[in-house]
């Protein structure tokens, strides 16, 4: 089977923001945590594109986001899969998948994202999708990566 993106159903969001929280993601004010209220906010956050990833019409799989920040930049953001699922390649689909999509939208040519630096097997997935590393926008704890500069 193959897997695909598409818009992530209502009944979906604990799903997805039981395995956010999980992983400490940040909520939507500085300092704060994730919580099941914020998360159907992030959906709706401007210029941010959301998609969940299945087999088929399978339940969902993974999630991510494609943000168009105001300076014009594509960014893939809010990157997770299910834990239950990880280790098999789906992480590398969502990626490739959010990828394309961005690459579709008119005059985008570069797309970019931060991932921790201790995420190891993001890091993998993104350099083997031809992501290369900016350390001039890093950090010690977060590595800037961008395609096609």
């Known amino acids: ?5 598409r818009e992530l159903h209502v009944e979906e969001h604990k799903i997805v923001c039981a395995w956010a929280m999980k992983e400490n ?13 914020d998360f ?15 087999e088929e019409e399978s339940s969902v799989l993974g999630f991510g986001q494609i ?52 995420n190891l097997s993001a890091v993998a997935v993104y350099r083997a999708l031809g992501f290369a590393d900016i350390e001039g926008e890093s950090n010690a704890n977060v590595l800037a990566m961008a395609y096609g500069l």
């Open 25 to 37: 993601w940040p909520g939507l004010v500085k300092g704060e945590v994730l919580t099941h209220e």
């Open 67 to 118: 943000w168009l920040s105001p300076n014009g930049k594509a960014n893939l953001v809010r990157i997770i899969v299910d834990p239950a699922m990880r280790g098999r390649g789906f992480g590398k689909s969502l990626c490739s998948l959010l990828l394309a999509e961005a690459l579709r939208i008119p005059n985008i040519a570069h797309v970019f994202l931060r991932v921790r630096r201790d």
């Open 1 to 5: 089977m193959s897997t695909k993106l």
């Open 40 to 54: 159907p906010k992030i959906l709706t956050l401007p210029g941010h594109l959301s998609f969940a990833m299945s």
